[in-house]
């Protein structure tokens, strides 16, 4: 039971240390590209989604089909606090 608990707060302390490094570089990518806190989240949820997907199909203009991509998850988020971005 001691061993349980030991691994427990182990793997407990281990994914808080990989959350607080993950805020930690979203708070540096957001200064470092002078944007907002949403626009991080969002690219985070559009990196989300592509690493659960061997092939993303979009159209001729692929650049815009991603942005599309961002400010979908964007959206999503403001739906979720109830504000509009």
């Known amino acids: ?3 349980l608990i030991k691994e427990g707060a182990g793997k407990a302390s281990a994914e808080l240390a990989s959350l607080k490094a993950r805020a930690e570089g979203q708070k540096k990518m957001r200064d470092d590209l002078k944007v907002g806190g949403k626009d991080i989240l969002a690219s985070e949820a559009v990196r989300g989604i592509l690493a659960q997907t061997d092939v993303l199909v979009m159209g001729g203009d ?3 089909d991603a942005m599309g991509l961002v ?3 964007q959206s999503a988020l403001n739906s979720n606090r109830g504000t509009t971005p």
């Open 71 to 73: 400010k979908a998850a």
């Open 62 to 64: 692929g650049m815009k």
């Open 1 to 3: 039971k001691t061993k």
